[in-house]
């Protein structure tokens, strides 16, 4: 299924074949860019701000976006200036073409929730708060 397309993938890719132009699943594409945050050492969204993510999840709708804004800012340079070019890639690359691929904010949300959000280490209490990570991206 798409687990082997994306695993074929990215051996390609390893394998310096970098254009994946042939690649036509959009969830094969995205499966392969959660895989590569998935195996970074830390989240884009670091350990250390697992829990001021996770609260901003549970703020209401008129104080979410400040407080997004606070937490982001609050991440290292290198990480922030990733968050702002891959999130502006979701946006206007495959948000804005979702009635064509099918990605919507949601999907989104739950295809890159643990690849760019997750506690450094998985406890019950963790996976209750997965829904919490996919929905936070939602908003971003």
Known sequence: GRLQLIVEARNSFENGKTDLSDVKDPFVLAGLISMFFLQLPE????????????????????????????????????????????????????????????????????????SLLKPKIMTPEAVKLVFKQCSLLQVL
């Open 43 to 114: 989240p884009l969204f670091s350990f250390e701000l697992y829990d001021s993510f996770i609260d901003v999840a549970s703020e209401t709708e008129a104080t979410k976006d400040d407080r997004i804004k606070e937490v982001l800012n609050k991440l290292d340079p290198s990480s922030y200036r990733l968050t702002q070019c891959f999130f502006s890639f979701l946006h206007h690359k495959i948000h804005l073409n979702a009635l064509i691929n099918n990605m919507t904010a949601k999907n989104i949300g739950l295809v890159f929730g643990m």
